[in-house]
């Protein structure tokens, strides 16, 4: 039986809003937990460019989600959130994307307003919505997957502010009347002060979206908002993007130097985080519990990976999942 916790009771547990990375595949989701993070989030957007090289315009379907999905939630020793867009069409679309992630290892899925893919702030009639959000609660029923409403009405206007705010609510209010947890996010918030203005409609809990930093006057970064400054307004949690980033950053600056030397002794030598001095990442996947996993099968001491590799050390300081987690 799995030790996984489920996505409510992460939440039930926490005492204040914490920050919930967000990931595309296997691998990032995996440098994730091993840093200590208690749930991830499956970004569209990133899913987009890694599953198919473009960048996020609706060109992901349902069968490209369910596959890494099931994937990256079956690897994982942490909740994964799953970003299903508008749901692919309908109410009855959405019902099946709900029923299919959900079996397929989503935490929770998050279902956005949207009536144009290409134009975000394009937002559906109000009745429209409300009746993906039923379509998705019912699908949900007897589940741990929790729905996420999204909208992605415009805070700058005040009248879809509004709009935006009162539907996330309504959405939360079905939630309680058919016996389930919803959380409420709307995507273009961007600071503590519309935070709060979308704190005064939505009551019920809610996740920030996309924290960006912005540079001071002393020339460093800062966070547009604190968890400290979430927490008392009723955000649980607060997604962010930078594994896309610092992933390209790290594969550029190697690729780089390594494409000028005509070597990799660079790689070898660069290992800032995991201090494994390597070409390989496998050392990170843990390879000494596969074996050892094996090997209380075979009751052998098999001390080499399946291409006759010695097996890296486990890099010190970072979270260890069990390996049967992972499997």
Known sequence: MSSKKTLRQILDESSGCFLVPCVYDCASNHAVEMCGFPVSLLSGGEVSISL??????????????????????????????????????GPLAVYRAAKI???????????????????????????????????????????????????????????QMKEGCERLQEAIDIGAEMGQYVLAMMVLVGNVEEAAEMAKIVTGPKIFAD???????????????????????????????????????????????????????????TAPASGIESFSSSGMFDPQAYLALENTYTK????????????????????????????
Do not use: W
Request: with cysteine.
């Open 52 to 89: 198919n090289g473009v960048i996020d315009y609706g060109f992901t379907n349902l069968t490209d989600l369910e596959r890494v999905v099931s994937r990256v939630a079956e690897t994982a020793s942490i909740p994964l959130i799953a970003d299903i867009e508008d749901g692919f069409g």
């Open 101 to 159: 992630l959900s079996a397929a290892g989503a935490a929770a899925i998050q279902l956005e307003d949207s009536a144009d893919m290409e134009e975000s702030t394009k937002i559906l009639p109000r009745d429209k919505y409300i009746a993906k959000v039923r379509a998705a609660l019912d699908a949900l029923q007897g589940t741990d997957c929790l729905l996420i409403a999204r909208s992605n009405a415009d805070p700058s206007d005040p009248e």
């Open 211 to 269: 924290v960006r930093a912005y540079k001071g006057e002393d020339g460093h970064y800062h966070p547009s908002v604190t968890m400290e400054e979430l927490t008392p307004l009723g955000f649980k949690m607060c997604s962010s993007h930078y594994t896309m980033k610092a992933a390209m950053e790290g594969m550029l600056e190697h690729g780089l130097v390594n494409y000028k030397n005509q070597s990799v002794a660079y790689t070898f030598e």
């Open 300 to 327: 052998g001491d098999k001390e080499y990976t399946i291409v006759g590799h010695q097996v890296e050390d486990y890099p010190d300081g970072f979270v260890r999942p069990d390996i049967k987690e992972r499997l």
